[in-house]
C-alpha cells in the first residue's frame, strides 16, 4: 500500500483519480482549498479508512507527518472561468504551490507528478502537438495566468529534477471532460450538455470552426497512473485524444445526443482563445503504452446521464 497525496483531489480529475487509487488499493490524502473543487465530489470517500482529506492552500507550505510515496500535483482552477476571476491566485498556485509541492515531496524521498496542460502550447503554430514544441503564448494575456504559471511549473520541475534530484513526472493534460464536471464549469463541454437539457441557447464562440481533442476522464486517470510509475521516463508526455472536432461538430452531436431543440447562438471568440488543438500521443504509446479508448460518443453518453441527475 502506497501513501499518496493528490493535491485538488476534490475536484473534477482530482476526484476521479482518487476514487483510481483507492480502488487500487492504495492510501489517499486528498489535498484541497475547495476554490473549484467540491466537498460532493469526495463525500463517497470520507467513510474509506484509506481516505483522509486536508483542507489546505497550496501556496502555503504543506507539512504532512506521515511517510509519503507519491504526490499528484493537480491543485488550480483548469478553466478560463475559473482561473481567470483572480488571475494573481491562479498565478500563485502554479508558481509558488508547485514549489511547495515539490519541496514537501523532496523532504519525504516521494516522487512528484506534475499536472500540466495543452495550454503550455497556447494557439499553435504546429499541428498536431508534439512534446517538443515551444509553444505560441502570449505572455500578458487574459490567459497567461493559467498558459505561463503552467509552463513556470513545469521549469520548476525540471530545474529541481537537474539541480536538486527531484523524482519527478510531467504530463501536459488535453481537453478532458465526464462526469463531476462542474454544472458552471465554464469548459465546452459542459457547457453545451447543460444548455441542451434545459433547453436554452448553445452559445458557439467565433463560427465554430476551431477545434479541441476532447478525452474522457477514465482514459486521463489510468494515463496519469501509468505515468507516476513509470521507473524511467519523466516527460514531459502529452495525454489527450487525437480525436478532433470543431465546436460545431461538438454542438450538433450534443443535440442529437440530448434529443434538445436548443438553438445555436454565437458570440465573439474569446482574447488568446487557440484555433486548433490536437495532440500527438507518439510519446504516450511509445514509452507508457498508452492510448484513449472511449469514444466521444460513448464518453458523452455517460457525461450527459450524470448531468441529467445534477441540472
Not at 504532512?64 to 491543485?75: R, S, T
Not at 514544441?133 to 529534477?161: H, M, Q
Not at 464536471?181 to 437539457?197: C, K, Q, T, Y
Request: net charge negative.
Amino acid at each position: 500500500m502506497k501513501t499518496i497525496v493528490v493535491t485538488g483531489g476534490a475536484g473534477f480529475i482530482g476526484s476521479h483519480l482518487c476514487e483510481a487509487l483507492l480502488t487500487n488499493g492504495d492510501r489517499v490524502i486528498c489535498v484541497d482549498n475547495f476554490v473549484s473543487g467540491s466537498a460532493t465530489n469526495i463525500e463517497p470517500f470520507r467513510a474509506n479508512p484509506h481516505f483522509a482529506f486536508i483542507e489546505h492552500n497550496v501556496c502555503e507550505p504543506l507539512v504532512i507527518d506521515d511517510h509519503i510515496d507519491q504526490v499528484y500535483n493537480l491543485a488550480c482552477p483548469a478553466s478560463p472561468v475559473h482561473y481567470q476571476r483572480d488571475a494573481v491566485l491562479t498565478l500563485e498556485t502554479n508558481v509558488i504551490g508547485t514549489h511547495n509541492m515539490i519541496r514537501l515531496a523532496l523532504g519525504a524521498g516521494a516522487r512528484i507528478l506534475q499536472a500540466s496542460t495543452s495550454e503550455v502550447y497556447g494557439d499553435p503554430l504546429e499541428h498536431p502537438q508534439k512534446e517538443t514544441y515551444w509553444g505560441n503564448v502570449n505572455p500578458i494575456g487574459v490567459r497567461a495566468c493559467y498558459d505561463e504559471g503552467k509552463r513556470a511549473a513545469e521549469t520548476l520541475c525540471f530545474d529541481y529534477s537537474r539541480q536538486r534530484g527531484a523524482d519527478i513526472r510531467v504530463v501536459r493534460i488535453f481537453n478532458t471532460y465526464g462526469p463531476r464536471m462542474a454544472e458552471h464549469d465554464g469548459r465546452v463541454v459542459s457547457n453545451f450538455i447543460v444548455a441542451a437539457l434545459r433547453g436554452e441557447p448553445i452559445t458557439i464562440y467565433g463560427d465554430g470552426s476551431q477545434t479541441r481533442s476532447f478525452q474522457f476522464v477514465s482514459d486521463l486517470v489510468r494515463g496519469l497512473i501509468l505515468m507516476m510509475n513509470n521507473e524511467s521516463f519523466i516527460g514531459p508526455v502529452n495525454l489527450g485524444n487525437p480525436g478532433e472536432f470543431n465546436m460545431l461538430e461538438l454542438a450538433e452531436k450534443v443535440l442529437r445526443m440530448t434529443g434538445s431543440a436548443s438553438d445555436l447562438i454565437t458570440k465573439p471568440l474569446p482574447s488568446d482563445d487557440p484555433r486548433r488543438r490536437k495532440p500527438d500521443i507518439s510519446v504516450a504509446k511509445k514509452e507508457l503504452g498508452w492510448e484513449p479508448v472511449v469514444g466521444l460518443d460513448e464518453g458523452l453518453e455517460k457525461t450527459i446521464a450524470y448531468f441529467a441527475t445534477v441540472v
